[in-house]
């Protein structure tokens, strides 16, 4: 009867309502491959964007590209019928495996960053023997194997041994409150509390390290060292920032939809009339459950375009040379500005010996750290005697 009651709802026709929806899903769907799709890209296209702390970048765009591939068409079809669930139990099975899969890199490659960044801030010396691109390899490989690992084991019923605990009348779920309460805690509430004390200590030793420092002046050679290494800091905190608004955007995203499953799991009660109204309900269900989490995929792209420069002049010059004509000639007479000025400033930076001054290195420096064109130490030329 009730197979019979799900065909027939999986045969109506869409309401206006969910059209807007399934509008809205196809956006964030195009908007998140692309935008995750492109991180990828430029790091894997600019040596300079190598690192290990945006291998872990990757990591993290990798989840959240899955999860526009494998994850949201899943969320489009439902709502094509009305948000009703009208497959099978196999692809309920892989909906869901899907989702504690790419949810839990996501928190883990955080946790992984922070670690990163507490390592470059209260231990820059010895950040790069021990922060190695084998090392974050090796990271990575473990983030994915937990996140695997916790997935596949939503295959037995922790609740009930050996009972049914995959369901798919009207809505694909998995009735299991201990196997959620535990993943819970391990793939979210444990790398989440890492985060928050990684963070907590990063930016408390930069705060010390940077009023350390802001007394030197550079009148002698240790103090010039201190000066290099206070713009080392501070270059390190506003990478740390970025990723902080990051994770702002993961917690913001995903801390009420966890919360609000671990009371349906335990106090339902909480969650029903006359505590609760039906509207506020559906509002609550709506927003913590479907939008947020699906739209936290598609911010970090975002994020690191506004407030990310290295990032955000990749992200321009891949799109220049996406759409190189139109880009060209939109630019062309900036350009030729540009250069005409470059050229007059050479020209009056050379001395009768052939000498550059002072002025004309410092341009020149500028223009390899805005358009990222030679590595950096290929502008550090040994200075002719």
Known sequence: MSNSTNQDSCQQEIQRDFILQTAFLILIMV???????MVCLVVYLHRRLRTVTNYFIVSLAVSDLLISVLSVPFRIHQTLHNGVYCLNTALCWTWLLTDLTCACASICNLAAI????YIAIVHPFRYHSLMTTRVGWLVIAVVWTYSVSWAALSSFNWTNLGEEHFFTKNECRKLDKIFYTVVTTMDFYVPLLIVLIMYGLVFRVAMNQARAVASLQPTSNRDRRGRRFSINIVKEVKAAKTLAIVIGAFVICWFPFFTLLLISLWNLELLKEPRVSKQTL?????????VLPTINSTLNPIIYALFNRDFRSAFFRLLQRTFGSSCSRSNNNSNVDESQYSMNTAESNVSPKGKLKKNGTAKTTKFHEVYGEEEAGAAEEPKPV
């Open 114 to 117: 922070s670690v990163d960044r």
């Open 31 to 37: 908007v998140t491959f692309l935008g995750n799709f």
């Open 282 to 290: 559906l509002g609550l269900r709506g927003t913590f459950s479907y």
